[in-house]
C-alpha cells in the first residue's frame, strides 16, 4: 500500500502542462500564463502629474504660506492627453490636470488646493492671469516620473501565474492586446454501476441516481478544467471500454471514472483499462478512498475515483486536483494546509483521514468540529463541511484541543 504522498507523487508525475493558445486579455482573466512577458515600454511613459494644480520650479515657491503667498504669472494650461507641453518659463506656473505631462524645467506640483484657484467652478472660470500659491513643494512632489511602475525591460509577469484583475490591466497598459495562456485540460467522465440511474429518471427497486458525475464534473470545472460528460456504463467490461474509446476519440486529457475499482464481484473497471491500455492499480492508505485506480488508456492518463460520493470528492481533492492544476500550467499545486485546533476528539484508524469539519474563527486562530457521521456515502455531511481535517498516519487518537492541519474548502469566517 501506498502513502497518499507517494501515491500522489506517482500520479503526477504522468501529467505535464498542456499547449499554450492565445486569447484576447478580455477573455484571459484567470487563466495561466504561459510566457514570461517582459516591458516593451516605461509605464508611465511620460512623467505625469499626480494631481490637479500648477507645475512650477521649486525655487519660485520656497517660501511660500497662506500668510506670504508667492504669486505667480500662469504661462500655459495643460490638460490631460495632451502632447508633450513647451518648457516652463522661469518665474511662471502652468496649470496642469491628473495624467497630463508635466513640461520641462517643471520640479513640482502644487496642489489646487494649495493655491487661490478657484476651483469649485473650475469647469466655468476662464484660466487665471496670475495664481497665488500657499504652500513650498519639495522637488518631485506630485510628479509621477517615468517607469514608476514598470520599466521598459523588467519581466512584470511570470510564466505560470494565474491572471488576476491587476494582471490583465498591466497587458492592458503595455499594449498586449492578445496574450499566451495554458489551455484548459479536457476531462472525460463516466460513471459506473448497474444500479445508476440518471438524474432526471425515476428509481426502481435497488436503484440510485448517478451522483458522482455531476459532483465530478463540478469540481473539475472549479479547478480550471473542461468537462465531457459520457455517461453511465454499465458493471461490463466491454461497457466501460466503449467510454474509455470515446474519450480517446474526444482527445480527452485526462480520464476520470467513478466506482467498480474495488475488490467486488462485478468491478470490472480494472480489466476495461487493462484491455484498452494499462493499468496501474494502488492501495493508497487513506480514509476515505483506499482503492485508487490509475493508468492510461493509449496514452491519456486514468484515474478511477472510488463509488461512495464523499470518497470520490476527497479522492478528486487529494489526487486530481493537483493533476488538474499541473496541466493547466500552475507551478504550485498544493492545497494550503492551516493549523485548526480540535473542539472534540476525532478517530481514525491509523490511515491518513480526511474528516469533513466545520471550521471558524476562534481569537487569533481557528477551531473545528466535526458535521457528524463520516460514513463515506454520507454526502450531506460534506455539503455542511467547510473543510477538509487531516489526521496523520499512525495517529489513532485526536484529543481535543489538540491540533491538526486542515484544507480549506470553502472561506471560514
Ligand atoms: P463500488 O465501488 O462500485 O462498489 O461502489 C461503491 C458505492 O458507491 C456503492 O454503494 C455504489 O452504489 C455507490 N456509487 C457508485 N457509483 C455512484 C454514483 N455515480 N453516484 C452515487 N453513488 C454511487
Ligand atoms: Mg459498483
Not at 491519456?300 to 487529494?318: D, R, W
Amino acid at each position: 500500500m501506498l502513502s497518499v504522498n507517494e501515491a500522489r507523487a506517482r500520479l503526477l508525475e504522468n501529467f505535464h502542462p498542456l499547449d499554450p493558445e492565445t486569447l484576447a486579455i478580455d477573455q484571459a482573466a484567470g487563466r495561466v500564463l504561459a510566457v514570461d512577458i517582459t516591458a516593451t515600454q516605461d509605464l508611465p511613459p511620460f512623467a505625469n502629474s499626480s494631481m490637479d494644480g500648477y507645475a512650477v520650479r521649486c525655487r519660485d515657491v520656497a517660501t511660500a504660506s497662506r500668510e506670504h503667498p508667492a504669486a505667480l504669472k500662469v504661462s500655459g494650461d495643460i490638460p490631460a492627453g495632451s502632447g508633450q507641453p513647451l518648457p516652463l518659463v522661469d518665474g511662471t506656473a502652468a496649470r496642469i490636470m491628473t495624467g497630463a505631462p508635466v513640461p520641462d524645467g517643471a520640479e513640482a506640483v502644487v496642489p489646487v488646493e494649495d493655491t487661490d484657484d478657484p476651483r469649485d467652478q473650475a469647469h466655468t472660470a476662464p484660466m487665471p492671469e496670475f495664481i497665488r500659491i500657499f504652500q513650498s513643494a519639495p522637488l518631485g512632489a506630485n510628479v509621477r516620473p517615468v517607469g514608476q511602475d514598470v520599466r521598459a525591460g523588467q519581466i512584470v509577469l511570470r510564466a505560470g501565474m494565474v491572471l488576476q484583475p491587476a494582471a490583465i490591466g498591466v497587458l492592458a497598459a503595455l499594449g498586449s492586446a492578445r496574450v499566451e495562456v495554458y489551455r484548459r485540460p479536457l476531462i472525460a467522465i463516466f460513471s459506473t454501476g448497474d444500479e445508476l440511474r440518471e438524474v432526471g429518471e425515476s428509481l426502481g427497486p435497488g436503484q440510485i441516481r448517478d451522483t458522482n458525475s455531476y459532483a465530478v464534473a463540478a469540481a473539475i470545472e472549479r479547478y480550471g478544467g473542461r468537462v465531457l460528460r459520457l455517461g453511465i456504463a454499465r458493471d461490463r467490461v466491454d461497457q466501460v471500454q466503449a467510454k474509455l474509446q470515446a474519450a480517446g476519440e474526444a482527445g480527452a486529457d485526462l480520464i476520470l471514472s467513478s466506482a467498480g475499482v474495488s475488490v467486488g464481484a462485478y468491478d470490472v473497471v480494472k480489466a476495461a483499462v487493462g484491455a484498452e491500455g494499462k493499468l496501474d492499480f494502488w492501495r493508497v492508505r487513506m480514509r476515505p478512498g483506499k482503492p485508487l485506480a490509475f493508468g492510461n488508456v493509449r496514452g491519456i492518463p486514468f484515474v478511477g475515483l472510488p463509488g461512495n460520493p464523499v470518497s470520490a470528492l476527497v479522492c478528486f481533492e487529494v489526487f486530481v486536483r493537483p493533476a488538474l492544476l499541473k496541466m493547466g500550467g500552475r507551478r504550485r499545486w498544493e492545497k494550503p494546509a492551516l493549523p485548526v485546533t480540535l473542539l472534540e476528539p476525532m478517530h481514525s484508524d491509523g490511515r491518513e483521514s480526511y474528516l469533513r469539519v466545520i471550521i471558524e474563527r476562534r481569537g487569533e486562530g481557528y477551531v473545528a468540529r466535526s458535521t457528524g457521521d463520516q460514513g463515506s456515502a454520507v454526502l450531506t455531511s460534506l455539503v455542511q463541511a467547510n473543510g477538509l481535517l487531516i489526521i496523520p498516519e499512525n495517529v489513532t487518537e485526536a484529543p481535543a484541543g489538540s491540533v491538526l492541519s486542515a484544507w480549506a474548502l470553502e472561506a471560514w469566517d
